[in-house]
């Protein structure tokens, strides 16, 4: 009987597991991540994985909306179905300077896949690029940041109703711009 009870709530973890995304990232993250990491002259470290899906989201969403805040935080997290992240610590640099074929190649592969990138960005040693794909004209559905630097290689995938987040942010702390004054 004990042995059912377990089995029945391993099963039980583990299907909450898969709902709430906190497996793993997902093939084409990894497909990205293994793409960089193969071509980059850098042995790195994982520092952290994970996938946060749309349960997990709602239950931090619903955790926030109590805390007094005057930031729309928990109205910002209903916008976001997944978060997947990997950031690696660099151990050792074999070659400072990323080789521009890299983004070429990261943006030829993202292409393929539907992305379109609209931000690069190049500093000495460390490169940036974002990443957007939609699956309707007039909406931004997913974004996908990859940046590179001596220290270390970060991945961002974010999925959700994008356009109403940046809605809301610029709502809220308008757009950065400061007019002189005459």
């Avoid at 709430?20 to 002259?41: A, K, P, S, W, Y």
């Avoid at 989201?57 to 955790?63: D, E, G, M, R, T």
């Avoid at 909406?139 to 959700?160: K, R, Y």
Wanted: net charge negative.
């Amino acid at each position: 009987m004990n042995i059912k009870r377990f089995l029945a709530l391993g099963l039980i973890l583990l299907a909450s597991l898969s709902f709430t995304g906190c497996l793993g990232v997902n093939g084409e993250f990894r497909t990205v991540r293994n793409h960089v990491l193969r071509n980059i002259d850098m042995d790195v470290n994982r520092d952290i994985e994970l996938s946060i899906g749309p349960a997990l989201i709602s239950f931090a969403s619903l955790f926030v909306s109590f805390a007094e805040t005057d930031e729309p935080v928990d109205e910002m997290m209903r916008q976001v179905k997944r978060v997947q992240v990997g950031i690696y610590e660099v151990k050792k640099v074999h070659n400072a300077k990323v080789s521009s074929s890299v983004v070429s190649e990261l943006t030829d592969l993202m292409s393929e896949k539907g992305w379109k990138y609209i931000v690069k960005s190049r500093d000495r040693n460390e490169i940036a690029t974002v990443f957007v794909r939609s699956e309707e004209v007039d909406e931004l559905s997913e974004m996908f940041v990859v940046a590179v630097s001596d220290q270390e290689v970060v991945f961002v995938h974010i999925e959700g109703e994008l356009e109403d987040l940046i809605e809301i942010a610029v709502r809220e702390h308008g757009l950065g711009i400061q007019v002189a004054n005459k």
